[in-house]
């Protein structure tokens, strides 16, 4: 395989201290050579070996690419109204899914995919070049397994949400709902979904639901999730833990005990300040959760009723200015922590046998993902070796 050396690198976010300065690993003037989809050398340009092909990058920042571990792209329909309302004054509940449910019932599979496609083209240009992407707006057993079979032809990290709210035609039946979502929509879904996830907050599912459904899935092989903690203080946070889940998502509202449970576990904490943004919730002390030693990472939350967003860098610096992130950390939890909230090795870093999932910037520096919020800072991305966009 031919071999391409990005070269005259102006900061090199390696994310491996052991490469460089700091927690991010920073080389300075460095150069980076992949070959097919894997990097194979990483350090100072001075050092580079000869490779077959050179790209000079003029002095820019090159990081990993971003790593979004949460994200809602099967969909159809707009909710601006919703968002409009909401600016106005109107409070957020997670009734607003109901209407986006409604919508997607109606799309053909070609309405799906061609939005998936365009939202990912998104995602790809921000720099975005690891996503999960879940269901949970079909909520019939045809419509979830038709959502997840789309989304697996475009990324493996797929997620079996069936327990995001329970759909008018069972609001008298919640029992009967949990029901089908561990039986006959699970069986429909679990050949197309890595992972399996359930809204537990106010308005959807309660504890014991949340880990009944939970339950359920790892029995079939899938990998543990949780909406936790997004409308209120609850029971999320412990049955993320209690149920191994790789992640607790949202963890807006969160107690002294919730933050201990998290920081003594191997489930990350994935923040979505898009979603606070859209909302006008309150953001999370995300400074609480790292100095008590939880694991965390940024993701966007894209969805079309509280974070219709596609860009990492605009998540970035909505955690440095409202979070308490420093932007090292932020851009650390949007690479190496979403790698981590997937449970890969192999992505959200820039080392020998990584996979060649780069961003290089229109910008010297890291920092200035957060030090110019905004501005389409992204030069190049390159997805396994392949590049997906290049700046004029």
């Given amino acids: 395989m031919a071999a391409t050396a990005l070269v005259n690198i102006g ?6 201290a052991t490469l460089g300065n700091g927690t991010l690993g920073v080389i300075e003037n460095a150069a980076l050579i992949f070959e097919g989809e ?10 580079a070996p000869i490779a077959d092909q050179r790209i000079d990058l003029a002095g820019r920042a090159v990081l990993p690419g971003f790593v979004d571990s949460h994200a809602h792209l099967m969909f159809a329909g707009d909710r601006s109204a919703e968002f409009a309302a909401r600016m106005a004054g109107s409070p957020y509940h997670a009734g607003g899914i109901r209407s986006t449910v409604a919508m997607t019932r109606a799309a053909s599979d070609a309405q799906l995919q061609e939005n998936l496609t365009r939202l990912v083209n998104e995602l790809y240009s921000t720099g975005i070049t ?15 397994s038709r959502a997840l079979a789309i989304a697996s032809t475009i990324t493996p990290e797929t997620t079996y949400l069936g327990a995001h709210v329970v759909p008018a035609e069972f609001a008298d039946d919640p029992a009967g709902y949990v029901d089908l979502v561990t039986h006959e929509m699970l069986t429909a879904c679990a050949p197309h979904a890595k992972w399996i996830d359930v809204f537990c907050d106010r308005g959807a599912f309660d504890g014991d639901q949340a880990r009944a459904i939970l339950r359920a899935g790892i029995d079939q092989g899938l990998m543990a999730r949780v909406h936790a903690n997004q409308l209120q203080a609850g029971p999320g946070i412990q049955v993320a833990v209690e149920m191994n889940a790789a992640s607790a998502d949202h963890c807006t509202h969160l107690t002294d005990t919730d933050i201990e449970l998290l920081a003594g576990s191997n489930t990350v904490a994935t923040l979505l300040p898009g979603a606070e943004f859209a909302t006008r919730s309150p953001y999370p002390d995300a400074r609480r959760l790292l100095d008590a030693g939880a694991t965390v990472a940024i993701a966007t939350d894209c969805n ?45 870093r820039i080392t020998v046998g990584a996979r060649a999932d780069i961003l290089a910037l229109n910008a010297p520096s890291h920092v200035h993902l957060a030090y110019r919020p905004g501005v389409d800072l992204t030069h ?13």
């Fill in 304 to 348: 079309p009723g509280s974070s219709f967003t596609t860009s990492m860098p605009f998540c970035i610096a909505l955690a440095v200015r409202e979070m308490r992130l420093t932007p090292d950390e932020a851009v650390w939890s949007a690479t190496l922590g979403g790698a981590r909230a997937l449970r890969r090795t192999d992505i959200g």
């Fill in 11 to 16: 900061t090199l976010v390696t994310n491996d």
């Fill in 38 to 47: 894997q990097i194979t050398w990483v350090g100072p340009a001075t050092e």
């Fill in 380 to 392: 190049q991305v390159w997805v396994g070796g392949r590049a997906h966009r290049v700046a004029s």
């Fill in 130 to 144: 690891t996503f999960e992407t879940k269901s949970g707006y079909g909520l019939t057993v045809a419509d979830e």
